[in-house]
DNA sequence: GTCTATACTCTGATAGAC
DNA sequence: GTCTATCAGAGTATAGAC
């Protein structure tokens, strides 16, 4: 199994992301991480400066994988149509990748506030407000559907309702939001 | 300062809140608190089985605390009123006490799922609810506000959203959320 | 019920040889 | 670009004296 023996940002970056979606941030060390690569901790230090610079690139990797599938979810629909099937999109992808997900919203430091990968999937959020509500812009309610999405995302995971809670409820504050919107 | 120089639970719990609020959940560990209350380390296992004990602690508090917020502002006020105030007092509260409130929607080790301060607080929801449809036991309903009002609270705190856009944003999705619903 | 002392495991990170 | 060796520190928890 083992390759020629070189690291890549990119190999690295894969190892990682594996050892975030099995244990979570605590689990991704700089030690089992090289473990995992056949290689001593020091050598990852001459492709990521620190671990954090690590968790910085993986949060990028899961705005652009996030953004990614709802844009293919939403392609080829329209109105609410296209905001039913991102809406779905974004809630599976929680589901499914649980821990790269939490990474998009942690808290950050102030003034950090990152400019980066996120701002495609807010305009992307924008977009689908728009073709609801036909109101350009529409920071308000993009802001709100955004909160709703996060929220469930959350409460999903936390197994506080049981086993058949969710989904149902769901659909039910989707339709319920929208059409809160549009009238 | 130093008092009679005895442990209590309460002491103990008190100064963790403090720690906790301070720093976040990273920063309450055990050398840190024994020094705050002038105390050895190994003294707090006589009052607490271990750290988790110490947190599982803090959550129920939080969710009594949390719940006491809610039910004193929605006092006096019934059906709209009622929620909207709770709801206001909802992300005031996780505004004010981010750290506090991060501990109750964190994953639960399946099984686990909390019999205990939480249950009450999902009850008064049901009730804010219940109190604008109509419906009792709507916990579709229930679900999709909490995960609205969970999502905005973590949303405001990442800030992620300049300065401006929170706030208008919780006003438009909560009251196009309660139209949607009792349409 | 608090103390001293300690065991153990884990972390991120660096210097310098090869 | 990877290695050995090591630093400097964090953490939880326990045994046994007082």
Redesign the pocket.
């Known amino acids: 199994m083992p390759y020629p023996?070189?690291?890549?940002t990119d190999t690295i970056l894969s190892a990682a992301l594996t050892l975030l979606e099995q244990g979570g941030p605590?689990?991704?060390?700089?030690?089992?991480?090289?473990d995992r690569l056949?290689?001593?901790?020091?050598?990852?230090?001459?492709?990521?400066?620190?671990?954090?610079?690590?968790l910085g690139t993986l949060e990028d990797h899961a705005a652009r994988d996030l953004h990614a599938a709802m844009s293919q979810a939403a392609t080829g629909r329209r109105g609410h149509e296209a905001l039913h099937a991102a809406a779905h999109a974004y809630v599976e992808y929680a589901r499914s990748h649980p821990h790269l997900y939490g990474l998009l919203l942690a808290p950050r430091a102030p003034g950090l506030a990152g400019p980066g990968a996120g701002k495609d999937l807010w305009n992307h959020v924008l977009t689908l407000i728009e073709g609801v509500t036909h109101t350009p812009d529409d920071t308000d309610a993009a802001v709100a559907l955004w909160a709703f999405l996060h929220g469930f995302a959350v409460l999903d995971r936390s197994g506080q309702f049981g086993l058949s809670g969710p989904r149902s409820g769901f659909e039910r504050g989707l339709s319920s939001f929208i059409r809160g919107l549009t009238s």
Chains 1, 2 share one sequence.
């Open positions: 023996a070189k690291l890549t605590d689990a991704l060390a700089m030690r089992p991480l090289a056949g290689v001593r901790p020091s050598s990852l230090y001459r492709h990521y400066p620190d671990r954090a610079a690590l």
